[in-house]
């Protein structure tokens, strides 16, 4: 276990990237291991993500109670093969049945993250012809892109739901943790707030769908502002300049339709000078008991100036914790810097999506307008404890870069997820319980800040191996969902998920989920799981 003193040096966002790396160290040191002990083992492209073994992120043990337990019991070992990818990282997957050398971890605890770029810019990536890169597959991502019908909270927090299916053979099962938000309140109730729009106009801005789409969507949304937000505009190319201060909508809204009308592409992608710029026109602009937050909309390729995201952030790391400013990343382009998109928007206590029609840019900017720019909780994380003696194995899949160490849980200091009203986050794992296992499985817990007060508040539930009996495709609709798009995701990373379908057998139970759900948003996964088996062939 990593010392106190450890956890308290630097600020947040240092420990947490400390953490991190230790964490990556150990794993690979300890993959290693088990692969020389063993010998032989499954060689396969399975995602990173929690397993209950030794080599889980080299997470230490906690010292003080999980939340809400299992009976303390013996825990009997697994062991975990070492796995690569198709984008050539080194993976843990479900171990086998050798005994590990080192006892197994079964906590699993990650940062809650409501991003949903990876799965916009798959769909658009496989639209043009092309199959998306591995690395840029976040499974998490895209099983978040579709709703789910959780019971709500009241005010703010999280509700906490779990259930679960069988998958395939050998006793696998899918295990769903679901967190749900409440709903956003009307729109006369909710905080004013105060936004300031950075807005990439380099010269790749001029494509088509890039630029053009970010000023459609801007009008479209200052038109339902209400008069009390306030607005700002920030445009980068080589340099960066406040085209906009914060201006109140009620009687400034056609100066912020001109300001948007005038915006035209330039040069380079100077990103840095923008997103500085832009929380310096926040800090300047910030309101009292407004929301108040950066959107950043750009293609992300930056090549001007500073292009590391740690390093951009560190610059208005102040701006970041004294205002609780938070970030939101909005990708556009057929060519798109996702990981540097997605690395600002976590470091930046905020989320991304990306967008490549007007369709989905008036969703992002107009309907769900809410949830996309207000709080609900701070600093979310969740952490499920497994019962040792029921389950033999487990894995989390996705989170690969959201992983918090166990004893970390309880420590606001480290970074969480930011999270706002009528949002749905679900964490899937892969779980095989012991022959003839029955009782308690896991008790999944959540933890986040109360966005005003900063308190601390803490939500479980149980499940049981009762809870698991129902095949997958037997299962309720959300699960199904759940299921259908983490074994996409897994299928693009060319990974091996237990009971994956074929690419066609996927597609078939999206296009029966459509037809049952009316769902425009399940049909276009059935379209995307289909285009993604015809560029396989």
């Known amino acids: 276990m990593r010392p106190d003193s450890e956890h308290r040096a630097g600020d947040r966002d240092r420990t947490r990237a400390s953490a991190r790396a230790r964490r990556r160290t150990r794993a690979r040191a300890v993959g290693l291991l088990a692969a020389a002990l063993v010998g032989g083992l499954l060689v396969t492209g399975c995602g990173g993500g929690s397993d209950g073994s030794s080599a889980d992120h080299g997470k230490a043990r906690r010292a003080g109670p999980l939340p809400a337990p299992a009976p303390a019991r013996p825990s009997a070992p697994a062991t975990p093969a070492p796995g690569t990818g198709a984008d050539g990282e080194q993976r843990d997957i479900a171990p086998t049945d050798t005994p590990p050398p080192t006892p197994a971890d079964y906590l699993s605890t990650f940062a809650l993250d409501v991003d949903t770029a990876s799965y916009g810019y798959a769909r658009r990536t496989l639209a043009d012809g092309r199959l998306p890169e591995p ?13 789910q019908d959780y019971p709500r909270p009241e005010g703010n927090g999280f509700s906490v739901t779990a259930d679960g299916a069988r998958a395939g053979d050998e006793g696998w099962s899918l295990l769903r943790v679901g967190l749900a938000t409440g709903p956003a309140a009307p729109s006369s109730e909710r905080p004013p707030a105060a936004l300031t729009f950075v807005i990439d106009v380099s010269g790749s801005m001029s494509e088509p769908g ?20 306030s607005l700002a505009l920030v445009t980068f190319s080589d340099t960066a300049e406040t085209v906009l201060p914060m201006t109140r909508v009620g009687g400034g809204r ?40 950066v959107v950043l909309l750009s293609d992300a390729l930056a090549n001007t100036g500073e292009t590391d995201a740690d390093a951009i952030l560190d610059r208005i790391s102040d701006a970041r914790r004294e205002y609780g400013i938070t970030l939101f990343g909005v990708g556009v382009g057929s060519e798109y810097g996702d990981a540097l998109m997605e690395r600002l928007a976590d470091k930046g206590d905020g989320h991304t999506t990306y967008v490549s029609t007007p369709e989905e840019a ?9 949830q996309n720019i207000e709080l609900r909780a701070r600093e979310a994380k969740a952490q499920i404890a497994f019962d040792p003696q029921t389950v033999q194995r487990f894995r989390l899949i996705g989170y690969d ?23 749905t986050v679900t964490a899937l794992y892969a779980v095989r319980l012991r022959p003839g296992a029955s009782g ?9 800040l109360d966005p005003t007060t900063r308190a601390p508040h803490e939500e479980t539930t149980q499940i049981e191996a009762s809870a698991l009996d129902t095949d997958v495709w037997r299962s309720n609709h959300g699960l199904q969902l759940a299921a259908t798009a983490a074994y996409f995701a897994d299928a693009l990373r060319q990974g091996v ?25 399940v049909r276009q996964l059935a379209e995307a799981i289909r285009r993604a088996d015809e560029l396989q062939i």
């Open 210 to 229: 890039r630029l053009d789409l970010v000023k459609q969507s801007l009008g479209v949304m200052t038109d339902r502002l209400r008069s009390d937000d």
């Open 135 to 147: 690395r840029t597959v976040r499974p998490e991502e895209f099983i978040n892109s579709f709703r």
């Open 440 to 448: 308690h499985v896991a008790t999944a817990g959540v933890r986040w």
């Open 362 to 370: 008036r969703k992002v900017f107009c309907d769900e307008l809410p």
């Open 401 to 423: 870069d959201r992983q918090v160490a166990d004893d970390d849980y309880r420590d606001d200091r480290v970074d969480g997820g930011e999270v706002g009203p009528g949002h």
């Open 254 to 293: 056609e100066r912020v339709h001109d300001a948007i009308d005038s915006l035209e592409p330039m040069s380079s992608t100077n990103l840095d000078a923008g997103v500085r710029t832009g929380y310096d026109t926040a800090v300047e602009g910030a309101r009292p008991g407004a929301t108040n937050r």
């Open 497 to 521: 998920l237990p009971g994956a379908p074929t690419l066609p057998q996927l597609a078939s139970r999206a296009d029966q989920l459509a037809r049952a759900t009316g769902d425009k948003g």
